[in-house]
């Protein structure tokens, strides 16, 4: 038996991605992709397997490598395993202007990793290079399980990153 045979959706996946489509047409399940795959993500311990999206695309009636697509595309989605809690730090020219690359360098430093690795107690991935959160007026800022920090200073990352160790 195929391992996607023997996993299936969560009941509370299932209800939230309905809850989902109730915002769209009904025949328009796959606008729902972007919020059905970060619930499978969140209830996977943080990462997609094929299984899982295979699963995602038959809920909402869609191309399995349309699935795949958006979960390859999008920064938010990982498709391996990684540490349970996700931080990203905007690189982009607001943020590098105003301490961004000085931002990054510091939590590498801090937790002994390089962009784009997990600690070794599985406790913090930091994701690879993060082109723009869409935070500019708050720069410098980074996200921290999908929560927007910003105007960040040194001290205020190492709490942040304190809580999270």
Same mark, same amino acid.
């Given at each position: 038996?195929?391992?996607?045979?023997?996993? #299936? =959706?969560?009941? +509370?996946?299932?209800?939230?991605?309905?809850?989902?489509? =109730?915002?769209?047409?009904?025949?328009?399940?796959?606008?729902?992709?972007?919020s059905?795959?970060?619930?499978?993500?969140?209830? /996977?311990?943080?990462?997609?397997?094929?299984?899982?999206?295979?699963?995602?695309?038959?809920?909402?009636?869609?191309? #399995?490598?349309?699935?795949?697509?958006?979960?390859?595309?999008?920064?938010?989605?990982?498709?391996k395993?990684?540490?349970?809690? /996700?931080?990203?730090?905007?690189?982009?020219i607001?943020?590098?202007?105003?301490?961004?690359?000085?931002?990054?360098e +510091?939590?590498? #430093?801090?937790?002994?990793?390089?962009?784009?690795?997990?600690?070794?107690?599985?406790?913090?991935?930091?994701? #690879?290079?993060?082109?723009?959160?869409?935070?500019?007026?708050?720069?410098?800022?980074?996200?921290?399980?999908?929560?927007? +920090?910003?105007?960040?200073?040194?001290?205020r990352?190492?709490?942040?990153l304190?809580? =999270?160790?």
């Open positions: 038996m195929s391992e996607s045979a023997q996993i #299936k =959706l969560s009941e +509370h996946a299932r209800e939230f991605i309905d809850s989902c489509l =109730l915002k769209y047409p009904e025949d328009q399940k796959q606008s729902a992709i972007l059905a795959l970060a619930e499978v993500q969140h209830e /996977n311990n943080g990462f997609l397997t094929e299984p899982l999206m295979d699963l995602v695309a038959e809920y909402l009636d869609m191309p #399995k490598i349309g699935v795949y697509e958006v979960a390859s595309f999008y920064s938010m989605f990982e498709t395993p990684c540490g349970r809690n /996700n931080v990203a730090v905007c690189t982009n607001s943020c590098m202007l105003r301490g961004g690359d000085e931002i990054v +510091h939590v590498e #430093k801090k937790l002994g990793i390089s962009l784009g690795e997990s600690t070794s107690d599985g406790r913090v991935f930091l994701k #690879k290079e993060e082109e723009c959160l869409a935070g500019c007026c708050g720069a410098p800022m980074m996200q921290v399980n999908h929560v927007y +920090h910003e105007n960040l200073t040194i001290e990352v190492d709490e942040i304190d809580e =999270l160790i």
